[in-house]
């Protein structure tokens, strides 16, 4: 009997979104001689410059104490209740159907596909895993507990209960805290109750079959990220990942790993991957070193522009930014104790993309070549 496809979950995306709704309450700090335009691009500064603030303002789209303001001038006072609307509008493309690999009355463990991000920000407001658990499940819908990168496929456990939110995002972090204290075997996994394991395919030639790597990870500024941009730095958080060769292919030049993390940092494969001079395939934003691409951190005031875009807010950066896809990364095996009974551990495997399988699976699966399919 061939095996039943996966459950699948998802709905078409309309054209816009719903457009967001910012509510606001001036405190008495606020309220002194503050003009609207200077409180929202004073507390909203990464949202748009001033003169988009002023944009929005004069469009309408602000309201103090239920009454649309245009004059950016207007002065707020203390207990005045602020409204912006930010007009709908079209997200990027993003796939909208999720695989469902397990589910049980605690968690259920989705496929991602590479490209839909996990929960809101930036352009994406709707678009995202979170909302199509929404749509889908209704007002006690599951809700992620860990990240995995827009461009990053493969598995995504999420929470159907509180306690299950609990002991999940309790496994995830302890694996970080326990890098963090230096209180960690030889091994990833070892002490860990949590074991996450990926598929990569790095440029150029790894010639060691296993390499440990313990750079620690850091922020910068960045333009276009708000909060500054994650890269390797000496100055970062302690973070851990144990790289195992699985396939050298020397005529293209690229090979494919295996990667299991002790510690959870925001884009810590690819990170770690570019640091030991070895990025991922058709990563746009991070190069030898694990530093973005040219982009020198100390000149980014120095680059920014007043420039916005139809809605007041910014421009989209001319440089890559951290959830542009193209890289090849995978979540492929997820091991966690059943939230029911500790003794037992539940084991989650996601199918693996053509690109990320060896040739020996490539040749099991009748694939019409046994070398590494690069696009």
């Given at each position: 009997?061939?095996?039943?496809?996966?459950?699948?979950?998802?709905?078409?995306?309309?054209?816009?979104?719903?457009?967001?709704?910012?509510?606001?309450?001036?405190?008495?700090?606020?309220?002194?001689?503050?003009?609207?335009?200077?409180?929202?691009?004073?507390?909203?500064?990464?949202?748009?410059?001033?003169?988009?603030?002023?944009?929005?303002?004069?469009?309408?789209q602000i309201q103090v104490d239920g009454e649309v303001v245009?004059?950016?001038?207007?002065?707020?006072?203390?207990?005045?209740?602020?409204?912006?609307?930010?007009?709908?509008?079209?997200?990027?493309?993003?796939?909208?159907?999720?695989?469902?690999?397990?589910?049980?009355?605690?968690?259920?463990?989705?496929?991602?596909?590479?490209?839909?991000?996990?929960?809101?920000?930036?352009?994406?407001?709707?678009?995202?895993?979170?909302?199509?658990?929404?749509?889908?499940?209704?007002?006690?819908?599951?809700?992620?507990?860990?990240?995995?990168?827009?461009?990053?496929?493969?598995?995504?456990?999420?929470?159907?209960?509180?306690?299950?939110?609990?002991?999940?995002?309790?496994?995830?972090?302890?694996?970080?805290?326990?890098?963090?204290?230096?209180?960690?075997?030889?091994?990833?996994?070892?002490?860990?109750?949590?074991?996450?394991?990926?598929?990569?395919?790095?440029?150029?030639?790894?010639?060691?079959?296993?390499?440990?790597?313990?750079?620690?990870?850091?922020?910068?500024?960045?333009?276009?990220?708000?909060?500054?941009?994650?890269?390797?730095?000496?100055?970062?958080?302690?973070?851990?990942?144990?790289?195992?060769?699985?396939?050298?292919?020397?005529?293209?030049?690229?090979?494919?790993?295996?990667?299991?993390?002790?510690?959870?940092?925001?884009?810590?494969?690819?990170?770690?991957?570019?640091?030991?001079?070895?990025?991922?395939?058709?990563?746009?934003?991070?190069?030898?070193?694990?530093?973005?691409?040219?982009?020198?951190?100390?000149?980014?005031?120095?680059?920014?522009?007043?420039?916005?875009?139809?809605?007041?807010?910014?421009?989209?950066?001319?440089?890559?930014?951290?959830?542009?896809?193209?890289?090849?990364?995978?979540?492929?095996?997820?091991?966690?104790?059943?939230?029911?009974?500790?003794?037992?551990?539940?084991?989650?495997?996601?199918?693996?993309?053509?690109?990320?399988?060896?040739?020996?699976?490539?040749?099991?699966?009748?694939?019409?070549?046994?070398?590494?399919?690069?696009?």
């Amino acid at each position: 009997m061939s095996p039943q496809p996966p459950q699948q979950i998802g709905l078409p995306w309309p054209e816009l979104n719903d457009g967001l709704t910012y509510k606001d309450v001036v405190s008495s700090s606020d309220s002194e001689l503050t003009t609207v335009s200077d409180f929202y691009y004073t507390k909203y500064k990464s949202s748009a410059p001033l003169l988009g603030w002023i944009q929005r303002i004069q469009n309408g789209q602000i309201q103090v104490d239920g009454e649309v303001v245009k004059d950016p001038n207007t002065l707020l006072r203390s207990g005045s209740k602020l409204v912006y609307r930010r007009l709908p509008w079209k997200e990027p493309d993003t796939p909208h159907l999720l695989d469902i690999l397990y589910q049980d009355d605690d968690l259920i463990a989705l496929n991602k596909p590479s490209g839909l991000q996990v929960l809101p920000g930036g352009l994406f407001q709707q678009r995202t895993v979170l909302t199509q658990l929404q749509w889908c499940f209704g007002e006690s819908h599951p809700v992620p507990v860990h990240r995995l990168g827009r461009g990053t496929s493969g598995i995504l456990l999420c929470a159907k209960t509180k306690l299950a939110k609990t002991k999940l995002s309790a496994y995830f972090a302890e694996g970080t805290s326990l890098v963090g204290s230096g209180n960690m075997g030889q091994e990833c996994g070892t002490v860990r109750k949590i074991s996450k394991i990926y598929r990569a395919l790095a440029s150029g030639i790894v010639e060691e079959d296993k390499v440990v790597i313990k750079q620690p990870i850091g922020v910068v500024r960045y333009p276009g990220v708000a909060k500054g941009l994650y890269v390797a730095s000496s100055e970062g958080k302690p973070s851990f990942s144990k790289v195992i060769v699985l396939e050298r292919d020397r005529q293209r030049d690229c090979t494919l790993v295996k990667v299991e993390i002790q510690s959870g940092r925001p884009h810590q494969i690819r990170i770690h991957l570019a640091f030991i001079g070895h990025p991922l395939v058709g990563d746009p934003l991070y190069v030898a070193g694990g530093q973005p691409k040219g982009v020198d951190p100390d000149l980014v005031d120095a680059a920014s522009t007043p420039s916005f875009a139809a809605d007041g807010g910014y421009r989209r950066p001319n440089q890559a930014v951290p959830g542009d896809c193209g890289y090849h990364l995978h979540a492929h095996e997820v091991e966690i104790p059943n939230l029911l009974n500790t003794h037992k551990v539940l084991k989650v495997v996601a199918p693996l993309p053509p690109i990320l399988q060896t040739s020996y699976l490539a040749e099991e699966k009748g694939l019409s070549s046994c070398k590494l399919k690069l696009s």
